[in-house]
């Protein structure tokens, strides 16, 4: 756990910058020791692994994590959604983004060590959150094994996917 005033983490950043800096990384720090995930439970996997930057009814905090209750659902209609879901939750991804024309700037690491068992009910509860126009299909292990063996994709590859996605419409 981090224990120095967030200033003296980044003394030569602004003060909301360095907190923001110290709560992103007591957030994954988190996420990194967070029991192992149970099928049975996909919520309390998602709050617990997800929530601290998702929260917990996925609505996102403002500036740095997007919202995901009711967008969700959209994205995975598509297979090009799912499988950009998958790899944002074994590659991770960083950077600026915008959603809902809100500018946001976090960092999301990867969680390549979870099992795909854990990743498609984590994502399968994803879908639940919020409203959605139109329910998604739950995520199944095979669709996450077969994401991971297509190859690893970066921070930097997963957020090229979401301009391509963006553009084709799966991502608005």
């Known amino acids: 756990m981090i ?37 049975a439970d996909a919520k309390t996997a998602f709050v617990s692994r997800c929530g601290m930057c998702h929260q917990a009814g996925g609505e996102g905090l403002a500036g740095q994590f997007p919202k995901l209750a009711g967008r969700a659902a959209a994205i995975a209609q598509a297979p090009a959604g799912r499988r950009y879901m998958a790899l944002v939750v074994l590659g991770g991804m960083a950077g600026r983004i915008e959603v809902e024309g809100a500018a946001l700037n976090g960092v999301m690491p990867g969680m390549a060590s979870l099992t795909d068992a854990e990743i498609a009910e984590v994502l399968s509860h994803v879908v639940t959150l919020g409203k959605p126009a139109k329910a998604a299909k739950p995520f199944k292990a095979a669709e996450i094994a077969a994401v991971r063996a297509g190859g690893k994709a970066t921070m930097g590859d997963n957020k090229e996917l979401r301009s391509q996605l963006i553009a084709e419409g799966v991502i608005k």
């Open 3 to 39: 224990s120095a005033p967030a200033s003296t983490l980044a003394p030569n950043v602004a003060p909301n910058v360095a907190s923001n800096v110290a709560f992103t990384f007591a957030a994954i720090a988190a996420m990194l020791v967070a029991a192992p995930v149970l099928a």
